[in-house]
């Protein structure tokens, strides 16, 4: 009798990237180290691989961590390109990006939450949450508003407020709560 054979292994039901050295070697997700390549691709020279050391403000304001002052700059430039070359290799780009992201104070994440908040609802008569008129609005301004129906509106307020229901709207604690788990933050 020949022996049995077995099942081939279930495929990985992971989706999460796997962390590659670089990411392990400065604490941060596959997911965070792949934002830091986008940014760093969207202004590096193609034939280099390397980012022009004057577009690292913007590569570092593309991730939402721009440089507090001239003088914050000055130092991460000195770390970053320290013989001056001009071209920055994206090893460094990341250490000084994954520390940036990682230093993200909780008073600067709120802050950031508020101002999208209020993009939200300024212009509602002062209300303080998000309701599906207020998400109605903002489709007709991005010129959605006839592929979003009425349905998946009421559906995003409903998954944003936790099932509270769509007359409650959603409060910025709940916007905050969507945002992180959309990992905007981490």
Do not use: C, W
Not at 25 to 35: G, L
Not at 89 to 102: Q, S, W
Request: hydrophobic content about 40%; cysteine-free.
């Amino acid at each position: 009798m020949p022996p049995k054979r077995r099942p081939p292994p279930p495929p990985s039901t992971s989706k999460t990237p796997r962390q590659s050295a670089l990411a392990k070697a400065n604490h941060i997700s596959a997911t965070t180290e792949s934002e830091i390549r986008e940014a760093f691709h969207l202004f590096s020279t193609p034939a280099h691989n390397t980012l022009p050391s004057p577009s690292l403000r913007r590569a570092l304001t593309a991730l939402g961590v721009p440089p507090a002052s001239a003088a914050e700059l000055h130092d991460l430039l000195d770390t970053v390109d320290p013989g001056g070359s001009g071209a920055i290799e994206y090893e460094h780009f990341v250490a000084v990006a994954a520390l940036k992201l990682r230093n993200r104070s909780e008073a600067d994440i709120s802050g950031e939450v508020e101002a999208a908040f209020r993009l939200f609802v300024a212009g509602d008569g002062g209300e303080e949450k998000i309701t599906v008129a207020t998400l109605r609005r903002v489709a007709r301004e991005l010129k959605m508003e006839g592929e979003v129906g009425e349905g998946v509106l009421r559906d995003m307020i409903l998954e944003a407020n936790g099932g509270a229901g769509v007359g409650a709207g959603v409060g910025r604690g709940d916007f905050e709560g969507v945002m992180r788990r959309a990992g905007v933050f981490r």
